[in-house]
Structure formats: C-alpha cells, structure tokens
C-alpha cells in the first residue's frame, strides 16, 4: 500500500500538473545516480537526480495473484552519467532502482511508487532501454536442492570448503594480446597444467572491464603462453597488459573433486544415486534374482 503525505494527496486530487517521476539507481559496488522526467535537476534524500539524460519510463506493472511485475526505462547514454562503456561491462546489471512520483515543485512531499532490479539492457543510437523486474520475480527464482551425481555447490563457497585464494588453485597473468572476442591469449599460468581452469573463472582485475567475472570454457597451456576460450565473446576490447585472474575449473564430478582436490568429504552431489535406466528396470525371470545388492 502507498503511503502518500496529506500535501501530495491534496495536490493529487486538484488534478494539478507538478507532479513528475525519479529514478534512483543503486548499482552492487555502492554507486547511486538519479534521473527524472522532469526539465530540471531535482535533489531529495541525499541524492541529486538529474534531468539531463531525459529517461523516460513505464510504472511497474503489478498484479494481486503475484505474477511478475514489469517495465522499463530508457534515456540517452550520457559520458557522465550512464555511460556506454558501463552499460557494456555489466555494471549496472541488477542494480536496484527505486521509482518515486514526487511534486517537483516541494520535493518533500513524495512517494515510492515501487522498488525493482534492472533486467536485461539493450542499446541502440546513442540510447538504452532498461528492462524493470518487480520484487515478484525472485518468487520465480528456484529453490531447495536436487538430488543428483554431480555437486550443487559452488567452487570456493562455504559448502564447498576449498579456499579458492590459495595459489594452487589461483593464478594471476596480463593479456598478451588486444582482445574482443572469446579467446584471450595470457601470460603468467606457465606453472599449470593445460586444462587446469577449464570450467574455472576469469576475473579481470584492470581495464575496461576490472571486477567482471566471465567464466572459462576452455583452456591450453603451451609454455609460457596461455589460450583461454571464455563461454561468452567480451563485450569490450580489452587491451594488452590488461591484469587477469583465474581460479581453477571444478566439473562437479566426485572423481573430480577427489582427484584433483582432495575435498570428497564436503562434495554435495550423490555419486551412487542410480540413475533413469535403474529406476525404470524391473525383476527378469533369467536375471540374478538371489536378493542381494543390485545396485553398486
């Protein structure tokens, strides 16, 4: 339920025209910028929301049976507010924006209208679009765990146990080439066996695209020198020199983390669950029928 001020109510039910919408947007690393519809800078609650990148925005659409809710809002891309090279990087991908309608002409009197995530970002002539996802949507978020072979965990987690930071399983290098694809060719992972971050993840600690995590389909070692195929193409061009991150590559097999980790007590996945074609067998008159373990 909306709680609307006496003075917003009043100046809502004159049907008057001093009313405009703010977008504050809060990205994971802490940094919040404001934008209105409004032909001028407005400033409220500890944030100046800017007028500038003339965004526009539809309100979130929302439902009494909990289906999710949605909307979005577009502006032009701006080098000092939202720029294109952070759009591109993933910065402000689920980032928290809150939408209030305000009276711009006493900011005081307000009201929060509704609290999403930013969604999907599509760029097009020196513009964005932003898709708005509801609070509903997390409702849509799988839960719980499944039974199977393979573990659930995540490499490095609490669950897991192994501490990903260690050198045996971290290394750092540089980008020996220019890069804007899949494949990057990397120096300093000479003391790793070739596959060894195959499945792992790259982080990029400089450039263009410092803190992204991108994770690793493949990778070769041949001497000194490193090929890393990422699972998706870059969407900036990293440049030689670029400082690189890799943490080793897990395939969630029990053999895997016995083998290569040592760490079979904290594996979470069921190993000797039978699979479909025991599940579905059945009793044969010429099978081995003496009662003892059929499954090992």
């Not at 895997?256 to 008159?285: E, M, Q, V, W």
């Amino acid at each position: 339920m909306l709680e609307i001020s006496s003075a917003l109510a009043e100046r809502l039910a004159s049907g008057a025209t001093t009313l405009a919408a703010c977008w504050k947007l809060t990205r994971a690393d802490g940094m919040v910028l404001g934008f209105t519809d409004h032909d001028r800078d407005l400033n409220f609650d500890g944030t100046v929301f800017r007028s500038s990148v003339g965004l526009d925005g539809s309100t979130l659409a929302g439902a009494s049976d909990l289906s999710v809710g949605d909307g979005d809002v577009a502006g032009a891309i701006s080098d000092d507010a939202l720029s294109e090279e952070d759009l591109l990087a993933g910065r402000w991908d689920g980032a928290e924006v809150a939408i209030w309608l305000v009276d711009w002409n006493s900011p005081d009197d307000r009201t929060l209208l509704s609290v999403a995530t930013i969604g999907e970002v599509t760029r097009r002539d020196g513009a964005f679009k932003a898709e708005l996802r509801g609070a509903a949507a997390e409702l849509e978020r799988n839960g719980g765990r499944v039974f199977a072979r393979h573990c659930d965990a995540v490499f490095g987690d609490a669950r897991c146990g192994v501490d990903a930071s260690n050198p045996v399983w971290r290394g750092e290098g540089t980008v020996t080439q220019d890069a804007g694809s899949a494949v990057l060719a990397l120096s300093g992972f000479s003391s790793f066996d070739s596959g060894w971050f195959s499945g792992g993840v790259l982080t990029f600690l400089g450039g263009p695209l410092a803190g992204r995590e991108i994770g690793v389909e493949r990778h070769a070692q041949d001497g000194e020198m490193a090929s890393v195929t990422l699972w998706r193409s870059l969407p900036l061009t990293v440049p030689a020199g670029t400082a690189v991150a890799m943490i080793a590559g897990c395939d969630k097999r029990f053999e895997t983390c016995s083998a290569k980790f040592a760490n079979t007590l904290n594996f979470r996945g069921f190993p000797h669950i039978p699979g479909n074609d025991f599940a579905f067998s059945y009793a044969r008159s010429n099978g081995n029928n003496d009662g003892g373990v059929l499954f090992e």
